[in-house]
Structures are given as structure tokens and as C-alpha cells.
């Protein structure tokens, strides 16, 4: 391959370019998006806020409307990619938790939908609504919010 | 157990699905679980009186939320419980909660009605086996015979969280009274001298803090339960008790660590008592002629024990855990020889060492298997708190097997 002739870039050419777009394209959408009710008066939110509501700590949004809460299930990719890289915690961690919470009463626990689509039709007919996917898809009555890093 | 369910406790839980389908609310939500489990003891009566092998370990729950409107979430959870001796059917909690403060980086609520506890990592969902490491909690912090005082409470709580850049930190203020069975009359004055037994309103504070990467946690918590007990009398039984005060400062010092594939968990308990009266006499006895019984009012009983949990997580659902506790009725006679130079009494049930392992298994998110034992050195977790009688758990090592199935939805 690598050898007589020297480096054919054209032969590469197809190779390097699915590379680029695996890079640039794909890559980043395998971040979690949060995304919202349309309603939701809120164009960004910090880690440590969607931490907060995950946890079960923070139930209404500043404006004093009630948070709905949705989830994948526990098994699910995006669930799991969530709750490490959003929340910063390991998925025993975050099930225990919500054991706790559910079985004590101190938190409502979170609706399940059974995939990101199902997830992303909830919340655009759930006022108050918040959940997370992996793939973007624009859609009426759902908005998606920019995460940022507070310091 | 159906005479159990039929009592008019649970009429107060089906109030809350009753409101909703009245409603035609949607906002109604149920949870729940039951479990079955068997235990062998070798010695002593830890657990079940009659028999070394018990099937007395059923646990059923069920819990209601509904959204009563955008603010206020009424939540309740009945529960029967047959676990060895006692057999009881309770509200386990039945409270208004209301989170009035809602910021970015902090919020503060509101509880009201029967509150569960929050102080140590367990007592909140002690008999959740979905929710706590294994069948039997570690008795050198999770004392069943002192369960009715650290379960749910009557009364108000306040609680909050506040995010800072190094951390996250959860605060509750209580005050409530904790309501009583007959099985904490029977654990503080042991079973001879059953008899009426009262709690009055104690004050609770409770902080966990959070390590920002979320990989720790250390918690603070404090109580002071206080318990007023009437021994019956029997005027023809050889030996009587006066009434008598009994206080609890209670502090307990939790530390989690959480790792990929473990975690370690330690927790401290210390307990100051204050026992005042229960003296003992024999009835139709002039008093010049009572002989002479041990003292039991003290200003000062210190109690403390703790306990080191290592769990290594095989796979995501098969769990394997270590344990090692300890606890000591008198932390200034830990082996207890002062209290049998004074006594007579076995000096081993004023301590207990306990080392445990155990097997979770989660068959799928529903269902799970334990499967644990325990090796004990000592009696004192499972000895009255005022009790003269240790002819029943007369064994200073002994043994305890369980398997537990829990269904949980």
C-alpha cells in the first residue's frame, strides 16, 4: 500500500473525507442535547441546573412553573451518555438516587419514554417539559438549549 | 395480614387516588413493591422467637403522588411489614410538599404531614430493598429496635440545596414527633415489661455535601427523640419498673465514595442517652425490705458505632459487598466488663461486632435477589435498652443467613 510509487493521496481521498465528516459531522452529535418545552422561558442552562432538576432537587422553573421531567430508559445509549458526561455521575449513582428519592417521597420520579422520538412528542405536548436527546431534530413545540459551563 | 390491611390506616391512603379520580386528573402517579424473604439464625432471637428458620420477612408498599396543582404535590406510601417478631401495617409518609424557591443555583421547599427521616444514608428508604445496600441494614448504625424513633416523623421540615462552584450542598431543619409502636416499648423496656410508651416533638438538622465532580459525598446529621415509657404493672410478678424518660442526642456522620466499578461507604453514629427513672422493685414489698437492683437512670449512656461498606459492582447488576461494624452500648466499657462486674449480666451484650457479605442480584429492573450473612461477636444490637434478661440471647457468637426477592415497580 504504502509502498513503489509513493503515497497516492487520490486513492485516499474517499477514506480521508469520511474521516473528516466522522470528525467534524458526526462526532459532535454524539453531545447530549436538553431540550425543552417550547414554553419553557429559557434559551440556556448550566450543568450544575440540569443537575439539580435530574437530582430530583429543583421541581419549578424560576418562574414558578412546574417541571416536568422526562427520561430514556435506564438502558438506553443517550440515557447513559447523559448521565455521565451531563449530570458528571455514574448510572448506579443516578439510580440509587431516584430509589431513594421515589421510595422516601421526597421527588415526583421522572416519565419514561421509550426512545428519543417518543421523548421529543412528549415534550412538545408537555408544558413545563424538559428531557435530553442525542439527535437533534427541529420539531414544533420543543426548543433546544444551549448547556454552559458556569464559573 | 388481611385483618392487617383491613384496619382504617389505609383508608387514609386510598384518599389520595380518591381525590385524583374525582378530579379526573391525570397527575396521579403510583409506585410500589413486595418482598419475601427467609432468614436462619443460629443463636439468640435476633429475629424470629419461635423458630431458628423464618419466613416472617414480607414487606408490601404502596405509594400515590398527585400533583394536587401546579405547586403543591401530595405524596403518600402505606406499608405492611411482617419482619420477624413484629408484624405492622403504617403510613409510612403522607405529606404536602411545596418548593417555593426556585433559582439557578439554589432552591428552598416546604414538607408537611409524615415526613420521612433523612438523617444517615438509609433511614429514609430502610425498608426499600431496592434502595439500601442489603436485607439487614448494619446494626451498628441502623438499630431495629430503635426503628420507631428514626423512621418518619410528624411534623414540618424545611429543606434546600445550594450549587457553589466547588460543590453542591443539601440542608433539611425538622421538627416533628416520631409516632410509636408497641415493638419500641418492647425494645426499650424489653417484652416481660411492656407497656405504655409516648414520644414527644425533637428537632432534626440534616447537611450532605456534594463534591463537584460528584464522585464523594459527607453528610452531618443531629436529633434528640425523646420517649416517655409506663411499664405495665403486674402486681404478681416478681419484679416491677417505675415509669421513666428516655432522650436520645443523636449524631450521624455519613461518607460515600463512588467509583466506576465500587464504592465505599462509612457512616459514624453517636448517641448520647438519658435515662431517667425505671426503677425496679418488687410489687406487695415494703420498701425497707426491696432489695437492692441495678441503677438505670444516667445522665450520660454514650452509645456509638460505625461501620465501613466496600461494594464492587461485577456487572452493572450483580453486586458484591463487604462489611464490618461495630457498636458499643457504653463507649466507656466497650467490652463490657464493667457493666458485668456491676450486673452479673454477660459482659457481650453491651457490644457487637458484625461482619457481613452479600450478593444483589438485579434480574431486570424490576425484580432482585439478595442473599447475605452475617458473623456476630456480641448481643448488644439486638439487647433492649433497658433490660435485665439476656437468658434469650445467651450466645456471644452467632450467625445470621438471608435471601430476600423484591419486586418493584
Not at chain 2, 430502610?126 to 439500601?132: C, E, K, T, W, Y
Not at chain 2, 465532580?213 to 452531618?220: D, H, Y
Not at chain 2, 425523646?226 to 404493672?233: M, N, R
Request: net charge negative; with cysteine.
Amino acid at each position: 500500500m504504502w509502498g513503489g510509487k509513493g503515497l497516492n493521496l487520490k486513492y485516499y481521498t474517499p477514506q480521508l473525507i469520511t474521516f473528516l465528516i466522522f470528525f467534524f459531522i458526526i462526532q459532535p452529535s454524539y453531545a447530549i442535547e436538553v431540550v425543552v418545552h417550547d414554553s419553557v422561558e429559557l434559551s440556556e442552562i448550566s450543568h450544575q441546573q440540569v443537575k439539580s432538576i435530574y437530582l430530583g432537587q429543583q421541581t419549578h422553573w424560576p418562574n414558578g412553573n412546574l417541571i416536568k421531567l422526562f427520561k430514556l430508559p435506564s438502558t438506553h445509549k443517550t440515557h447513559h451518555l447523559f448521565v455521565k458526561n451531563t449530570l458528571g455521575l455514574y448510572p448506579y449513582q443516578f439510580n440509587r438516587r431516584w430509589q431513594k428519592l421515589v421510595f422516601s417521597g421526597f421527588a415526583l420520579k421522572p416519565s419514561v419514554a421509550i426512545d428519543e422520538q417518543e421523548l421529543l412528542d412528549l415534550i412538545a405536548k408537555t408544558p413545563g417539559a424538559i428531557g435530553y436527546v442525542e439527535n437533534k431534530i427541529i420539531m414544533e413545540g420543543v426548543r433546544y438549549v444551549v448547556l454552559f459551563d458556569e464559573k | 395480614m388481611l385483618c392487617y390491611l383491613m384496619k382504617n390506616k389505609w383508608i387514609l391512603l386510598c384518599i389520595l387516588p380518591g381525590i385524583a379520580f374525582a378530579n379526573q386528573q391525570k397527575d396521579l402517579s403510583f409506585a410500589g413493591f413486595a418482598s419475601q424473604g427467609i432468614s436462619y439464625t443460629s443463636e439468640n432471637q435476633f429475629f424470629d422467637e419461635e423458630d431458628n428458620v423464618s419466613l416472617n420477612m414480607t414487606i408490601l408498599a404502596l405509594q400515590a403522588n398527585y400533583l394536587f396543582n401546579d405547586k403543591i404535590r401530595l405524596s403518600g406510601q402505606a406499608m405492611y411489614r411482617n419482619w420477624g417478631k413484629i408484624e405492622s401495617a403504617r403510613i409510612d409518609f403522607l405529606m404536602a410538599d411545596y418548593q417555593f424557591v426556585n433559582q439557578q443555583n439554589f432552591n428552598i421547599g416546604i414538607r408537611l404531614g409524615r415526613i420521612k427521616s433523612d438523617l444517615g444514608l438509609f433511614n429514609s428508604t430502610r425498608d426499600i430493598p431496592s434502595a439500601r445496600p442489603s436485607i439487614f441494614l448494619p446494626q451498628s448504625v441502623y438499630q431495629d429496635t430503635l426503628r420507631d424513633t428514626t423512621t418518619s416523623y410528624d411534623g414540618i421540615s424545611l429543606y434546600g440545596n445550594q450549587v457553589f462552584e466547588f460543590g453542591r450542598l443539601n440542608w433539611t431543619l425538622a421538627y416533628g414527633r416520631y409516632p410509636v409502636s408497641d415493638d419500641l416499648s418492647e425494645s426499650i423496656l424489653g417484652k416481660e415489661l411492656s407497656g405504655d410508651i409516648d414520644t414527644e416533638s425533637n428537632a432534626q438538622i440534616n447537611t450532605t455535601w456534594e463534591s463537584a465532580s460528584g464522585n464523594w459525598t459527607v453528610s452531618l446529621g443531629y436529633e434528640n427523640p425523646q420517649a416517655y415509657a409506663e411499664p405495665l404493672v403486674d402486681m404478681n410478678a416478681p419484679v416491677a419498673m417505675e415509669a421513666g424518660d428516655i432522650k436520645f442526642d443523636r449524631y450521624i456522620f455519613s461518607h460515600q465514595y463512588f467509583a466506576e466499578f465500587w464504592d465505599f461507604t462509612f457512616e459514624f453514629i453517636y448517641q448520647d442517652t438519658e435515662i431517667k427513672g425505671f426503677d425496679l422493685y418488687v410489687p406487695n414489698l415494703p420498701l425497707v425490705m426491696q432489695p437492692e437492683f441495678p441503677e438505670v437512670t444516667t445522665d450520660s449512656l454514650v452509645n456509638s458505632g460505625f461501620y465501613g461498606q466496600w461494594r464492587y459492582f461485577l456487572k452493572e447488576d450483580l453486586i458484591l459487598m463487604v462489611r464490618y461494624g461495630r457498636y458499643f452500648t457504653d463507649i466507656d466499657d466497650k467490652d463490657g466488663s464493667k457493666y458485668y462486674q456491676d450486673t452479673g449480666m454477660p459482659a457481650f451484650s453491651r457490644y457487637s461486632y458484625d461482619l457481613s457479605a452479600g450478593i444483589k442480584w438485579k434480574l431486570s429492573p424490576k425484580w432482585q435477589i439478595n442473599f447475605e450473612g452475617h458473623f456476630f461477636e456480641g448481643t448488644a444490637a439486638i439487647s433492649p435498652t433497658i433490660k435485665f434478661d439476656h437468658s434469650q440471647n445467651n450466645e456471644k457468637y452467632w450467625q445470621l443467613w438471608s435471601m430476600q426477592v423484591s419486586y418493584s415497580f
